[in-house]
């Protein structure tokens, strides 16, 4: 007996959460194939859809990195919610990602992309604990 798979719901924290875990895993085995931008990009973008979901916690779904950046700062960091270490993280990652997808000329190392994905770890896993938090049973 086949169950329908119903499409996941972009408003929910834990679908964006659901995207960023599969990301992290392809920052992992992209960094194994030493393909160490790829690696960077991957692990920036598994914390973006973590930091999506923090702030679908408050109600808001933004298109734009920068916009996201912006109110994940104003509406978790500068309210407490969320230390300010994981905002020095996600834009630590957003400037490597952009350094490797827009500067190829300059190279990005395997401790680049280790240092990626060590904090988008961490980042993913800070965002899970809010999410747990903030979404009811």
């Keep these: 007996d086949e169950q329908e798979l119903l499409p996941a719901d972009p408003n929910a924290p834990q679908t964006w959460m659901d995207l960023a875990l599969p990301k992290l895993e392809d920052a992992r085995k992209t960094l194994e ?48 919610e969320i230390e300010k270490s994981y905002l020095t993280l996600l834009g630590s990652g957003q400037t490597a990602r952009e350094k490797s997808d827009y500067e190829p000329f300059t190279p990005t190392t395997r401790a680049d992309a280790e240092k990626a994905l060590a904090s988008a770890e961490s980042f993913i896993a800070r965002m899970q604990t809010l999410v747990e938090k903030q979404t009811p049973a």
């Design 33 to 80: 194939a030493d393909v160490y931008a790829g690696a960077v990009s991957q692990a920036y973008y598994a914390m973006f859809y973590a930091c999506r979901a923090a702030l679908l916690t408050q109600g808001l779904y933004l298109k734009k990195h920068s916009a996201t950046i912006d109110k994940f700062r104003e509406l978790l960091v500068l309210t407490g």
